[in-house]
């Protein structure tokens, strides 16, 4: 019989994981960090930093847990059989990261038997590592998140992002255009993590996006579940690359059913000059 892997003990690699990649990425972040590849677009990109961030953390993983399994946005899907699947983000907002902007991140959640229980994102620019495991709170620090509650529809701040196929763009621009009357106002920070991680602490009042992978929100959203926000996709589907929505549970419900009627799931024929 198989004996399940020791949270506290996951959660902790995990922090100290995803500390040590996000200290190293800002030490050997160049002036103008280089594109070595795009993926879905020529927006979508690549640095090397990426890979080496991701082959740190695999280093560590395979050092302390060498027959766990490993997902990784850059180096793909790892099998293993030791009893826990590690889902790792390297750099969650690339482009931020290429730009000098501050808000990216280090993601990294540990899935057990299909179920992610715990996870750990630094956001090292602003010097923040927030931290959950699965029914013991989420944790920014040394302190513990709550996030924002009772908040009417109308008074909410809402975070967003958007995909990077031109297509896309143009429907979630179509959708935004009748969420935005709606509520107090949006912010589009680049980093579905880091998104996610601010409506655990309270820093937004909800978040959607349309196009997010599953190591975008693994981590986040353990973290933001945890701190009493629930997330999900429309028509009660699991969250997912159609659509990822997180909130408080009164909110979820107010802007979910905001967004089911503009059909945000869909994408128009890509746009070509």
């Not at 996000?22 to 090397?48: N, Y």
């Not at 935004?176 to 589009?188: F, K, M, N, Y």
């Not at 579905?192 to 975008?216: I, K, P």
């Amino acid at each position: 019989m198989r004996v399940s892997p020791d949270r506290a003990e996951l959660l902790a690699l995990a922090v100290s994981i995803a500390d040590e990649a996000g200290r190293m990425l800002v030490a050997k972040r160049p002036a103008r960090p280089e594109v070595v590849e795009t993926k879905s677009s020529p927006t979508d990109v690549v640095t090397a930093l990426d890979r080496a961030a991701e082959e740190l953390i695999r280093a560590r993983i395979a050092a302390a847990r060498p027959y766990d399994a490993v997902l990784g946005e850059e180096g793909g899907d790892t099998p293993g059989t030791g009893g826990a699947r590690w889902v790792v983000d390297p750099i969650d907002g690339t482009v931020n990261f290429l730009y000098g902007l501050p808000d990216w991140a280090v993601s990294i959640g540990v899935e057990v038997d299909g179920e992610i229980v715990a996870g750990a994102v630094s956001v090292p620019r602003r010097g923040e590592l927030y931290s959950a495991s699965r029914g013991e709170g989420a944790w920014l620090g040394g302190e513990r998140l709550r996030c924002n509650t009772g908040v009417a529809l109308d008074r909410a701040l809402v975070a967003t992002g958007f995909g990077y196929d031109s297509g896309r763009r143009a429907v979630q621009a179509e959708v935004l255009a009748h969420v935005l009357p709606r509520v107090r106002d949006i912010r589009r920070g680049g980093s579905c993590a880091v998104d996610l991680c601010s409506v655990a602490a309270g820093r937004v009042d909800a978040y959607y996006e349309r196009g997010t992978n599953y190591w975008d929100h693994a981590a986040a959203g353990l973290i933001a579940t945890e701190a009493g926000a629930r997330i999900g996709g429309l028509r009660g589907r699991p969250h997912g690359t159609d659509m990822v929505v997180c909130a408080a549970p009164g909110l979820f419900d107010r802007l979910h059913d905001l967004l089911v009627p503009l059909d945000p799931e869909r994408d128009a024929p890509a746009v070509h000059e």
